[in-house]
């Protein structure tokens, strides 16, 4: 079943469109802010994003741009009532994929999503491998086959984002499990062991790579 997050703050059309949408067999997750649909983004996977502009807190052509920089193979379809060929115009410089504007029979959205699900499941991505590479018994990490230069606490931290690569790894897991944190470590702790890492494998934690922060619950290693 495809998963849609779908960003709208008129609450009529929300509950409207994830009755229709439903009987198609997508399953739809709607929120009304921005800043949600990000959080949401990081702790779920969904394969399209409906996207309203007039939003709360950021215009929707901005958020658009920030979701298409973290997750440039998720599509996104915008759903708006500006008719302006100038909107449509930075619409699709944002990186959306496809248009449709208000009022619209809702048997025409369904068609453009499944049309826009079959074309990115047609993508065949190249297998790509992890420049990271994880050696329990030497306790060393490579990045390219070379060694990166970890404090025991970076490399027990590092080695388990990496072996929980795509899951949300939460601070209190962390404690748990890593011999080199202790339990009276505070969460700010974790915090710069983590940037200490990010800085020694040059990820950048406002466009991450490698690892995205999870805000108040921890980290997601996201690279392949």
């Known amino acids: 079943m495809a998963r849609i997050l779908m960003v709208e703050d008129d609450r009529q059309i929300t509950e409207l469109l994830e009755a ?3 009987r198609y067999g997508l399953e739809v ?14 702790l779920e996977r969904y394969d399209l994003v409906l996207l309203d502009l007039g939003l709360p807190e950021m215009d929707g052509l901005e958020l658009c741009r920030q979701i298409k920089t973290t997750y440039p193979q998720l599509p996104i379809i915008i759903s708006t009532a500006r008719h302006d060929v100038g909107d449509k115009v930075v619409a699709f410089d944002a990186g959306a994929d496809d248009y449709i504007a208000k009022p619209y029979d809702p048997r025409e959205l369904v068609a453009r999503i499944q049309m826009i699900l079959k074309r990115y499941a ?19 990490i490579t990045c390219q086959g070379e060694p990166l230069d970890l404090t025991q606490a970076e490399y027990e931290i590092f080695a388990l984002l990496l072996t929980k690569r795509h899951q949300v790894v939460s601070r209190a897991f962390i404690v748990n499990s890593i011999d080199a944190v202790r339990w009276e470590s505070s969460d700010r702790s974790i915090d710069v062991i ?17 690892i995205a922060s999870i805000r108040g619950v921890g980290y997601k290693y996201i690279g392949p």
């Open 20 to 22: 229709y949408l439903e």
């Open 29 to 42: 997750m709607s929120v009304d802010r921005p800043s949600v649909a990000l959080e949401k983004l990081q």
């Open 122 to 140: 047609r993508i065949v991505e190249p297998e790509t491998q992890s420049p990271f590479a994880v050696d329990a018994v030497a306790m060393t």
């Open 194 to 210: 983590v940037s200490r890492i990010r800085h020694k494998i040059g990820d950048d934690s406002r466009h991450p790579r490698f």
